[in-house]
């Protein structure tokens, strides 16, 4: 069974444009999560969709949103880059949600903002 | 606000012993913990999840007990090897999910 993918792995951005990174979930999964990874806060809740349907959202501002597919296969996107926005961004497949189920993640993407 | 803490930041352990990793938590009350694995320039890897009610869960080489009145998870792997060395990240479950920042486990030959 594939696991899950993201792409690009790696970009590069300059401040005020904007990045759209793209993930596939496991075969048969629903819920797709995003996370953003930086040295300094750790691993941090983005959103979660499922069923087309955002579900659960971290606190980040609304530069950053994202999407899902009827395939399942979702889209984040960041406008306005910030350097902050620098980091590794994550995503994670699971059947029904991250909370109490087995999530599988993406190796993410790579974005520096420059 | 919630607040998850792994004991540090760096831990060296010699081969064959077994290493221990804190994960303590204030002003939540999660559901579940999780316990993950991170290789260098990948995505982690869900090693154990234990429910409140559990007070220990166990998987080959790894153990895993949560204390919800001490607020704390320990994670134990038996007879280290080098191939466990990575960052291992615990996450809080409840009405979202938190992740502490991870503890970078280096097991020396």
């Known amino acids: 069974k594939a696991g899950v993918t993201q792409t690009p792995r790696y970009l590069i951005k300059t401040r005020g444009q904007q990045v759209t990174l793209s993930c596939s979930p496991i075969s048969g999964h629903r819920s797709v999560s995003w996370y953003q990874q930086t040295p300094g806060q750790g691993l941090q809740f983005l959103f979660e969709?499922?069923?087309?349907?955002?579900?659960n959202k971290g606190n980040f501002p609304g530069r950053f949103s994202g999407r899902q597919f009827s395939n399942s296969r979702s889209e984040m996107n960041v406008s306005t880059l910030e350097l902050g926005d620098s980091a590794l961004y994550l995503c994670a497949s699971s059947l029904a949600g991250p909370l109490y189920n087995e999530q599988f993640f993406g190796p993410g993407t790579r974005l520096t903002v420059l | 606000s919630q607040k998850i803490e792994q004991n540090s930041e760096a831990l060296n352990i010699q081969e064959g012993k077994t290493a221990t990793l804190t994960c303590n938590y204030t002003?939540?009350?999660?559901?579940?913990l999780q316990w993950y694995r991170q290789d260098p320039g990948r995505g982690p890897v869900f090693l154990l999840l234990?429910?409140?009610?559990?007070k220990e869960k166990r998987k080959e080489r790894l153990k895993v007990t949560f204390d919800t009145t001490l607020k704390q998870s320990l994670f134990h792997i038996t007879a280290s090897q080098p191939a466990d060395s990575a960052t291992y990240l615990c996450?809080?479950?409840?009405?979202?999910?938190?992740f502490g920042k991870g503890t970078r486990l280096h097991i020396l030959p």
């Open positions: 996450a809080l479950v409840g009405d979202k999910i938190i």
């Open positions: 234990i429910r409140e009610n559990e």
């Open positions: 002003n939540y009350s999660p559901a579940y």
């Open positions: 969709y499922f069923s087309e349907t955002q579900r």
